[in-house]
T-cell receptor, first 120, second 109 residues
Framework: NAGVTQTPKFQVLKTGQSMTLQCAQDMNHEYMSWYRQDPGMGLRLIHYSVGAGITDQGEVPNGYNVSRSTTEDFPLRLLSAAPSQTSVYFC???????????????????FGAGSRLTVL | GNSVTQMEGPVTLSEEAFLTINCTYTATGYPSLFWYVQYPGEGLQLLLKATKADDKGSNKGFEATYRKETTSFHLEKGSVQVSDSAVYFCALAQNKFYFGSGTKLNVKP
């Protein structure tokens, strides 16, 4: 059971380049999400998905696109990289979406190991 | 809106000292509450959780009690070890997941 797999672990880009961060989970989780982690700012939600074909914006969506064509995969695309996007990115998934205020405990997030992106 | 506030770090303790990391939240109803831990160079891992008022989550010697009356979920451990050095995140789940800003714990031998 691999859990949540993110690739690449490290990436250096030049301003204006585009790239895709890959995220795959093998736990049949409905909910998937992308966060960025910056010093002193904790985790900020970029985009999330409550199932295949459904995506929505989080706190900081500008400059990023996502799609969810399958339950397993949730790639994050940087369209035109900027230095402000230098960060560590985490993909996280959960069996149950937290929508509706449900608190069954099945909405525990499982995180990937992270992708460190530097934009020069 | 929903939010999580936790004490700023870093927190530096000697081995075997008592640990408390404060966490308070803002939410309506009864969200699920969590503590996650992040070791250097790794992603976040679930440490413990509680899903209703007065529930106590516990794991690896860490404990936290869901206090509805004070909207708190403070993390405690009676005797910390060097291996507990990490960043600790308080979080809640209600419609979305909300994370605190993290508290770095340094434990010295």
């Amino acid at each position: 059971n691999a859990g949540v797999t993110q690739t690449p672990k490290f990436q250096v880009l030049k301003t204006g380049q585009s790239m895709t961060l890959q995220c795959a989970q093998d736990m049949n989780h409905e909910y998937m999400s992308w966060y960025r982690q910056d010093p002193g700012m904790g985790l900020r939600l970029i985009h999330y998905s409550v199932g295949a074909g459904i995506t929505d914006q989080g706190e900081v969506p500008n400059g990023y696109n996502v799609s969810r064509s399958t339950t397993e995969d949730f790639p994050l695309r940087l369209l035109s990289a900027a230095p402000s996007q230098t960060s560590v990115y985490f993909c996280a998934s959960s069996y149950q979406t937290p929508l509706g205020g449900g608190n069954s405990g099945a909405n525990v997030l499982t995180f990937g190991a992270g992708s460190r992106l530097t934009v020069l | 809106g929903n939010s999580v506030t936790q004490m700023e770090g870093p927190v530096t303790l000697s081995e075997e000292a008592f640990l408390t990391i404060n966490c308070t939240y803002t939410a309506t109803g009864y969200p699920s509450l969590f503590w996650y831990v992040q070791y250097p160079g790794e992603g976040l891992q679930l440490l413990l959780k509680a899903t209703k008022a007065d529930d106590k989550g516990s794991n690896k010697g860490f404990e936290a009690t869901y206090r509805k009356e004070t909207t708190s979920f403070h993390l405690e451990k009676g005797s910390v070890q060097v291996s507990d050095s990490a960043v600790y995140f308080c979080a809640l789940a209600q419609n979305k997941f909300y994370f605190g800003s993290g508290t770095k714990l340094n434990v010295k031998p």
